[in-house]
């Protein structure tokens, strides 16, 4: 069974503070992406990494970086938290799959509220 | 642009009767199409993936079926423990493995 695990399931953080959150699969994926999900909108990739060291941008990566040092994690910064950035944020993992199409399986999510 | 629309936002049923959902979607060049199922506060859970037009898959009470505009989810007796979030997303051809989410069909199922 693939497992995705991801540091927190709760974290409240105030305006300006450095965030880290952090993601793990046991798989051996090579692909990790970081999505945030909210009503109406639905999920929105932020940013993903296809290889260690190696990341790209997804839709909405303003406000984010992205750092993945090891094959099995893969951590997102939010570098100076705001308010807009209060969200539902999911990791998801994949193999290669040739750049074609793979299954992507998601962690348990962490919700962030910043105040 | 990849868009999916997913039909109704919520549905309620009663425990044992059938019913359907759907994801409509236009995507340049369908490499899959993927269903999940999202418990309220917890990740999304894979359910299936469709290749082509045609192809139907199916688990326990949910079958899956594909055309080259939509996808149904068919939930046959369900019961209330299928109650959740239905999540339909596409893999079109730009875009490395990138998915597009429709908003979701949030079912609730009673007894």
């Known amino acids: 069974d693939v497992k995705v695990t991801q540091s927190s399931r709760y974290l409240v953080k105030r305006t300006g503070e450095k965030v880290f959150l952090e993601c793990v699969q046991d798989m051996d994926h090579e692909n990790m992406f970081w999505y945030r999900q909210d009503p109406g909108l639905g999920l929105r990739l932020i940013y993903f990494s296809y290889d260690v060291k190696m990341k790209e941008k997804g839709d909405i990566p303003e406000g984010y970086s992205v750092s993945r040092e090891k094959k099995e994690r893969f951590s997102l910064i939010l570098e100076s938290a705001s308010t807009n950035q209060t969200s539902m944020y999911l990791c998801?993992?994949?193999?290669w799959g040739g750049g074609l199409t793979d299954t992507q399986y998601f962690g348990p999510g962490t919700r962030l509220t910043v105040l | 642009e990849d868009q999916v629309t997913q039909s109704p936002e919520a549905l309620r049923l009663q425990e044992g009767e059938s019913s359907s959902l759907n994801c409509s979607y236009t995507v340049s060049g369908l490499r899959g199409l993927f269903w999940y199922r999202q418990d309220p506060g917890k990740g999304p859970e894979f359910l299936f993936t469709l290749y082509s037009a045609g192809e139907e898959k199916e688990k326990e009470r949910l079958k899956a079926t594909l055309t080259k505009k939509e996808s149904f989810l068919h939930i046959t007796a369900p019961k209330p423990e299928d109650s959740a979030t239905y999540l339909c997303?596409?893999?079109?051809?730009?875009?490395?493995?990138?998915?597009?989410f429709g908003t979701g069909t949030r079912l609730l199922v009673s007894p």
């Open positions: 998801a993992s994949s193999f």
């Open positions: 997303a596409v893999q079109g051809n730009t875009g490395f493995q990138k998915l597009v």
